[in-house]
């Protein structure tokens, strides 16, 4: 593909996923009713209840700045990732990178939401016209694991567990890859905990890691069973390093392995480095 038209389309992309091009329509007051106390909890659900058999919808009007766009400090109704302009041209640096360096293996997200990053992967791969890798999609499809405090009790308190905005369907996520024209026989998805699905993935070299999965638990098993299979060259993506959870399970993992690389900033939220 023609660079400049590489770049155009990339960038169109990059907004489309995220929903720069319009307006953030108001958050229905039931989205996150998990944060709320019980009664409030059923009184929400009792009028949007109402309201929905009416044909209409209680929201709150939001306002976002372009900070929190390009950072990726929202939960967005519409788009197809939450991850910023920040992380998105952050991930595209390191896909590019890895084909520019002929960076051997595969490329996975663990915890993909509505897909948008993938998605994202998938486009600059294609528009390099990069063929013979395969793209895993591992995610539970529906939400985020309990704590197991037994196994990881740092994980002790955390909630999001809660968040059914969080749970988005694989059939939904492969509807998402359908609509921009990216789904084909080289995107695998791997539906499942991390604990069990990672460590029998058929994968054997891995060019680029990106783990979105909040907690201390998600981290560590992504980390354990994918690390050892990222090649020399290749990119370690943490989304949630501002999370305490997430940054000690990375901080335990690298102190334990000895991994020495440093640990670059994206946009405050995320964080990478190159083995």
């Known amino acids: 593909m023609n ?59 939001v306002h976002y700045s372009a900070e929190q766009r390009e950072t990726g400090q929202i939960w ?32 996975i997200e663990t915890g993909v939401w509505r897909g948008g990053a993938s998605i994202f992967i998938k486009a600059v791969l294609e528009a390099h016209g990069s063929t013979g890798r395969r793209l895993f999609v591992a995610d539970s499809f529906q939400g985020l694991p309990p704590p197991e405090l037994e196994r990881f009790p740092q994980d002790r308190g955390d909630k999001l567990h809660k968040f059914d905005f969080l ?47 909040d907690m201390y638990s998600s981290t560590m098993d992504a980390l354990g069973a994918l690390y050892p299979k990222l090649s020399p060259g290749g990119f370690c993506i943490i989304d949630d390093y501002n999370l305490k959870t997430c940054r000690e399970a990375t901080v335990d993992y690298r102190r334990e392995h000895g991994i020495s690389a440093t640990v670059q900033p994206i946009d405050g939220q995320g964080v990478f480095w190159r083995k």
């Open 76 to 107: 967005p109704m519409q788009a197809d990732t939450m991850i910023g302009m920040r992380r998105l041209d952050n991930l595209r640096r390191c896909v590019e990178t890895v084909l520019a360096d002929n960076v051997p293996g595969d490329l």
């Open 3 to 61: 660079a400049s038209l590489l770049d155009l389309y990339l960038d169109l992309l990059k907004k489309a996923l995220s929903y720069s091009l319009w307006e953030e329509p108001g958050v229905p007051v039931d989205a996150f009713a998990s944060r709320r106390h019980a009664p409030q909890r059923l009184f929400l659900r009792a009028l949007t209840g109402v309201l929905g058999r009416l044909g209409y919808q209680l929201v709150k009007p």
């Open 167 to 213: 749970a988005v369907s694989q059939e939904q996520v492969e509807e998402n890859f359908r609509k921009y024209g990216l789904l084909d026989e080289s995107v695998v998805f791997l539906k499942g905990w991390f604990k069990d699905t990672l460590p029998a993935a058929p994968i054997e070299r891995l060019a680029l890691i990106r783990l979105d999965g």
